[in-house]
T-cell receptor
């Protein structure tokens, strides 16, 4: 399938290096945040989430950092692999307003061998 | 595989026509969401259902409608189609609608091209 969002910001990273993807969110009332990965022709795939009462959460090779003061979220991928090439979206939610997610614009990650 | 199933995967239709996109949520999930992904708008929330009832509405056009059936599958109906409706339409599901930490899983999407 085609890729959507052809004019996304792009992060080029060497295989084996660490990647950092940044996201600025807009709603100070948001209390839950998720990172999704979208490969070409596929649906968004859940990577990791974090609640607003935390500032860091680690998964397998991924870490999410949350800075509520400046409304900033980041996703760190350790030892980036070719399979990590994809578009990454952050999403925010105000739990009191239901489970509707508001997505950021996305960042394309290209892993160079 | 997220467990969310969408059909059809690809659809080409003419302006003015009507199409129906179908979604089966993950087993056990009661809540279904529809999102539209286009080149210039990114991922936009359209509508959410929980156990057959509409729960939240986003930027869904009046020409579009959806419903969730007793067996929990959902359909998104798009009518009087325009060229600008060409996009990827995603269905997603979760166990319940409101609890924090309630992961939303996405299907593979339905590519709609209006010509």
């Amino acid at each position: 399938g085609e890729s959507v969002g052809l004019h996304l910001p792009t992060l080029s990273v060497q295989e084996g290096d660490n990647s950092i993807i940044n996201c600025a969110y807009s709603n100070s009332a948001s209390d839950y945040f998720i990172w999704y990965k979208q490969e070409s022709g596929k649906g968004p795939q859940f990577i990791i989430d974090i609640r607003s009462n935390m500032d860091k959460r680690q998964g397998q090779r991924v870490t999410v950092l949350l800075n509520k003061t400046v409304k900033h979220l980041s996703l760190q991928i350790a030892a980036t692999q070719p399979g990590d090439s994809a578009v990454y979206f952050c999403a925010e939610r105000v739990s009191a307003a239901g489970n509707k997610l508001t997505f950021g614009g996305g960042t394309r990650v290209l892993v160079k061998p | 595989d997220s467990g969310v199933t969408q059909t059809p995967k690809h659809l080409i239709t003419a302006t003015g026509q009507r199409v129906t996109l179908r979604c089966s949520p993950r087993s056990g999930d009661l809540s279904v969401y529809w999102y539209q992904q286009s080149l210039d708008q990114g991922l936009q929330f359209l509508i959410q259902y929980y156990n057959g009832e509409e729960r939240a509405k986003g930027n869904i056009l009046e020409r579009f409608s959806a419903q969730q059936f007793p067996d929990l599958h959902s359909e998104l109906n798009l009518s009087s189609l325009e060229l600008g409706d060409s996009a990827l339409y995603f269905c997603a599901s979760s166990v319940a609608p409101d609890r924090a930490g309630n992961t939303i899983y996405f299907g593979e999407g339905s590519w709609l091209t209006v010509v």
